[in-house]
């Protein structure tokens, strides 16, 4: 009998989780990524920021998985599923045979349907190019602020709008507060870098909803005092090249801002829909594009295939499974012992739990919010936890120690020297 | 009497030092520059192979000069200059007034009159984006080459080709050698990265020509031993797609390698001619575009104008001045000085003086061969005269602790963390 062959699709927090806790099994694991790292997604807004660069992290897929002897790493696109001959073909049409499959591809942004206009004007946070791009934007207008004699232009410059009350929404905007009001605070000599707007916007009653009230209500008032205005119950109609138009209490309102960052929609990466038609009849996806999985994250009737993280729809005890990193790594952990088991000869039947450990969102420097079950912190103490849980997890991605060194340096310097406008199409 | 205006344009190691220089001037100082941060060139091979990442070699202009009140930054582009009215114009069409003028604006690649065509096939080392894409390739081509089963393409992918055996060529070379040789030694499981071949293409009869015999011979063994082929006396006479043609001792032949890197010619900045055109008669351009000056850093016959650094040709005592960074600096530093003696009303007589405090290349890990007056250097010792002459330059830009602790964890875990491919155009 030759060797099982267990294919992942996705180096994210799932596909690299489950990669890493095959290490001792008795099976070929082969990983397939686009790109030829993981990131540590949290932390991108800090690189949108100027507070880290892309390589602090950001790991790259070989290096971390360069002792696993049982293990390859292709970087390629996977464009088709055929899960009836078990194989996957590749966009250069190499096609790979799978015993089992795992397809943990994750999400993109979600523009409610206006993507192809909305995403040029306002991008979203999910790779580096788009953190490195939200970078060359928030600085570029203030430069251009800097050289323009139009009170209007300069007003409009200096606005910036972010879209979405979720973690990244309020980490965001309150890095950018944090960038002009204190790190750029004497850099300029025309323009009063303090004076930025940063406006938040968030279509329910109050920012990261999925928390307790009193935690709400204490990052908006953390948010409030770096400088965001929080705009609860508003909701966004428009983006334009210079401005954005929103609706509050029944109002329309033109908001004048020349950047706009994307915090709000996601929906699943189209890996999900190739399978489903690939299986045909008897898989659902839901509306976010999500593929329906059972409690052991297969696809019903599909004992060999998985899909897990944020592409994955799943019913938890309180309903479905958040789309948040600890969700992808505990099903990472739990189909990787499943598929050791069975490759063991043995049958396991209990299904997946989601211990859900708490979550946390950190609001600029010294502030933040924990919520564990019913233990509920805020102000530096949460920060500090925060602080922790972040080290400690970048630590399996080596990238522990220039982090740590890159945060003390920043806290005491209050500085951000990952300041860089690049990459715009003029290139000298 | 209004304070009198100094107008540098260019925020390279000539422009920023005079900026820096004339923090006590009685004057009100403007540096203009297209891009919003200084950028250590000297390290940009470090970047296009993965050991630093770009914002650990680059400073924020802003925040290099916050405390500096006399001096405002603007970032821009200069497109005009009118010597007769004293005036620049910026490509957005606004103009400045200056009472002295000092062009610093550097060089850029060269293609030896083949430009449209190579620059595109082998990027050059001037840019932090030059630095990313050259990354982008190298790494892409490593990748590429575990995914093929064709041994030719293979082959073709592995090997490597450095046009130019001065410092950056033989820097950049010995740092791919590393990278293939060392960091990701592990790292695949079809190909053997140790069996890269990287060949270093150079015109005349020895690398480093402009260093004494004994450290070329030492520097090239040095090279031969991480792998590199080194070729004299071989000239480049063609590149394509996938190949380059040379011809070594009169035969011609051609080298199939999809990476080649360009560390050959370079030529002044545009903004000479256009400096030149604007005075009319008098001024000399030379071959490489270079604005010839006198002894005191001026177009002759046009005291309030400095042209400085790479941009400049001056002629010092063994004949005109190279093109590296100390001379730049010195450069800056005496016009710096001359100003503030004018502003102060003192007229001051001595002529720029070059003092050649040395030359030195590192050749990868441990080895760098150093030039000073008629000590010369070689091994660990110049390595280490290297890398702490280096720091300490940094250290001026406000990076040096970051540099430090990356530099000193690649060494001891031969990691490179900053192995990113990024930039591509499927940016997803």
Known sequence: MSRKKILIIGGGFGGLTCARSLKRADADVLLVDKRNFHLFQPLLYQVATGALSPANIAAPLRSVLKRQRNTEVLMGEVVGIDAKNKQVSLSDSRQFN??????????????????????????????????????????????????????????????????????????????????????????????????????????SARILDRYHEDLSAASRKDLENLGTEVWTQTRLTEIGDDFVVVERQGVREQVAANTVVWAAGVKASPLGRILAESIGSGVEIDRGGRVCVNEFCNIPGHDSIFVIGDLASQQGEGGPLPGVAPVAVQQAQFIASRIRQELAGKKDIRPFRYWDKGMMATIGRSRAVVQSGRWRVTGRIAWLAWLFIHILYLARFENRVMVMFQWAWNYFTRNRAARLITGNRDRR
Chains 1, 2 share one sequence.
């Open 98 to 203: 799978y015993d089992y499959l795992v397809v943990a591809t994750g999400s993109t942004h979600h523009y409610f349907g206006s993507d192809a206009k909305w995403e040029p004007l306002a991008p979203g946070l999910k790779t580096i190019e788009d953190a490195t791009e939200i970078r060359r934007r928030i600085l570029t207008a203030f430069e251009q602020a800097e050289l323009t004699d139009d009170d209007e232009l300069r007003k409009r410059l200096m606005t910036f709008v972010v879209v979405g009350g979720g973690p990244t929404g309020i980490e965001m905007a309150g890095a950018i507060c944090e960038l002009a009001h204190q790190t750029m605070r004497r850099d300029f000599r025309r323009i009063n870098p303090a004076k930025a707007r940063v406006i938040l916007i968030e279509n």
